[in-house]
């Protein structure tokens, strides 16, 4: 699957974010 090595660096940064979000809410 080539989708996956493109969404996985990209998961990890929507992880990265919206862990941001939930300390910042």
Excluded: E, L
């Excluded at 699957?1 to 910042?24: E, N, Q, V, W």
């Amino acid at each position: 699957m080539p989708h996956a090595s493109r969404i996985t660096p990209h998961a990890s940064r929507i992880t990265h974010h919206a862990s941001r979000i939930t300390y910042h809410a």
